[in-house]
């Protein structure tokens, strides 16, 4: 399957929970019961107001932020690949984080499970802080800091997931013969997976510790 048909059912997937979290999960009198005591009535209307003004552009920009998203992925996977074969394929590279970001979708997926049939009585902070199979859930986060949240959420089963996928794609993506070399070079998993964790652990380390820095600057 080509690249340009799996971003569109990537994208068509990702709609969908959009859509489903929006207008199953979300409705106006989960936003009066969860802020009703910080804002007004006139205040949560024109909060309502506002985000249906702007919905558009939500829908809008997703293709965009995904294209970011898989391009520094690639990017991050491709300076690794520098360092084993002084070369690489940014279209590969691509793929690769294209078909591991699929993995993503199961806890999107569990998340509208959750609310719709077991957690049936939630608040907007519930829906926010939600992550399956997360690190947050070994703490109760409304006694954490906020700069905490990010980081224990992004430490869940299906990160390690991606790990593994994006491991797995480099090591079935063939390397490109080097220099007078005829032959096509390949690398075992361990060491693509070491090939992962030195180049997109460390750019999500440091996405991390800014998104940690930003939280901490916000909240003084």
Known sequence: MSKKILFIVLMVALYSFVFLNSYVL???????????DQLTYEQIENLLAQGKKWEWLGYAILPVVYVIKLSLVAVCLGVGMLFVNRQFTFKKMFGVALVAEFVFLVPAFLKILWFTF??????????????????????????????????????NVFEIIYWLLLARGIQEAPLPPEGELKTIKTIDFEQSLGLV??????????????VMFISVSYSV
Do not use: C, R
């Open 26 to 36: 979300v409705s106006e009198n989960l936003y009066f019961n969860s802020l009703g």
């Open 118 to 155: 077991v957690q049936t009585d939630y608040d907007l902070k519930d829906l926010q802080l939600f992550y399956p199979l997360s690190a947050l859930h070994f703490f109760d986060y409304k006694t954490l800091e906020t700069w905490w949240v990010y980081p224990l959420q992004t430490f």
């Open 197 to 210: 964790m030195s180049s997109y652990g460390i750019g999500l380390v440091l996405w991390i510790a800014t």
